[in-house]
């Protein structure tokens, strides 16, 4: 692979991946007769120089843009129906995604409410939601800012309750974009903690979608090559980046969320509930817990760890020589090794308990995890 091309790939929807391959966002818009694009990213994408550059070459092609940017880290409800609001008084015919996971999860949620107007709950996957998915959506691009969540090439959108801090699914293969932007360029000038934090949940998501209980030969060999991918680097990208490294990351977050669809597992159960009540970032949660995760899930599960260990290029092909690589890297990615040092305390545990055991996620998990189990976890993570 030359890093200096764009590629195109059709799976699982259009994707022009390479430097630059952001550029070409205008012509496309035109091409398909989309004339008022609303642009959902977050405050801080929004005052970059990237973005408002982006948005003056949109304007040069005669497009009409507006953007929506008030939404939190961890997205909440009111931030979709608020988007959805902007979408509606400036008439606008299609959404445009940049960003990291939380803004391409609320382009998203927005792309679905605009023409389902039921509570946005109703339409929870968890429940069946997906079935109300009935009418049309706008047509939705998305373009990646992080190599992390991957969810460029996702089909739901991660959103929280304002009140009670759980997280619901939103999902419909109604929601997939048709196309995506995946241009390494605009990840080179990532702060390395946000690189390290977003490169440690595509890990993450490659790792437990290759453990995920529900067969699926062909997502388990797309994590392997997403974890390969990583193990080359992550720690390049944080430290030193260069397009190679920043190029490799990016493919192998759109990876980890394709194999994802297989399944998740422990890590994503115990980190989500630290963003919902702590606001802890999403990919800091997960690569704090990562190591703790796998540990629980070694046992029974000898093989897939030798795997992974083979795919690592490990000296020893154990669950326990994973491990000890997870917390190696996190060090040499500046990650901390405790809950405690992300601000989690002793009477926190039976909250992060209650909501752990209630998430979407440790369903898929390999082996079942029970609420006790989550708060054994905690504590040896805090």
């Known amino acids: 692979m030359t890093f200096d091309k764009i590629y195109q790939y059709n799976f699982p929807t259009t994707i022009r991946f390479g430097a630059d391959s952001s550029k070409e966002l205008g012509d496309y818009l035109v091409s398909n007769g989309i004339a008022k694009p609303l642009i959902v990213t977050d405050a801080t994408v929004a005052h970059l120089d990237f973005f408002k550059s982006l948005v003056e070459g949109l304007k040069k092609k005669s497009l009409s843009i507006k953007v929506f940017s008030d939404i939190h880290k961890n997205p909440v409800k009111s931030d979709v129906y608020s988007g959805t609001a902007f979408y509606d008084d400036s008439h606008r015919d299609a959404v445009v995604g940049i960003g990291g996971g939380a803004a391409l999860d609320v382009a998203r949620a927005i792309v679905l409410r605009v023409h389902h107007r039921e509570d946005l709950f109703k339409y929870d996957d968890l429940i069946g939601g997906d079935v109300y998915v009935t009418n049309d959506v706008p047509h939705f691009v998305t373009i990646p800012t992080t190599a992390g969540t991957g969810s460029e090439v996702g089909r739901s959108a991660i959103i929280s309750d304002d009140e009670t801090h759980q997280k619901k699914i939103l999902f419909s293969p109604k929601l997939l974009a048709k196309i995506v932007f995946a241009d390494p360029a605009l990840t080179m000038d990532l702060p390395p903690a946000i690189t390290a934090a977003t490169g440690m949940d595509a890990l993450t998501h490659n790792m437990e979608a290759y453990l995920a209980k529900m067969p699926h030969p062909m997502c388990d060999g797309i994590a392997l090559q997403g974890i390969s991918l990583i193990s080359q680097s992550l720690v390049k990208a944080v430290n030193s980046p260069d397009l190679e490294s920043r190029s490799k990351m990016l493919i192998a977050s759109l990876m ?72 190696d890297l996190n060090t040499s990615i500046n990650i901390p090794h405790t809950l405690g040092a992300i601000g989690v305390k002793p009477e926190h545990i039976d909250t992060l308990a209650d909501l752990a055991i209630a998430d979407f996620a440790h369903p898929n998990n390999p082996k079942p995890v029970s609420r006790e189990d989550f708060k054994m976890l905690y504590k040896k993570a805090l």
Do not use: C, W
């Open 256 to 327: 980890g969320a394709v194999a994802f669809q297989k399944g998740l597992g422990v890590v994503h159960s115990l980190a989500h509930p630290l963003s919902s009540l702590l606001d802890t970032h999403h990919g800091l949660a997960n690569a704090v817990n990562i190591p703790y995760g796998m540990e629980f899930n070694i046992a029974g599960f000898e093989h897939k760890f030798r795997q992974i260990a083979r795919t690592l290029e490990l000296k020893e092909e154990t669950g326990k020589a994973v491990v000890r690589y997870l917390f």
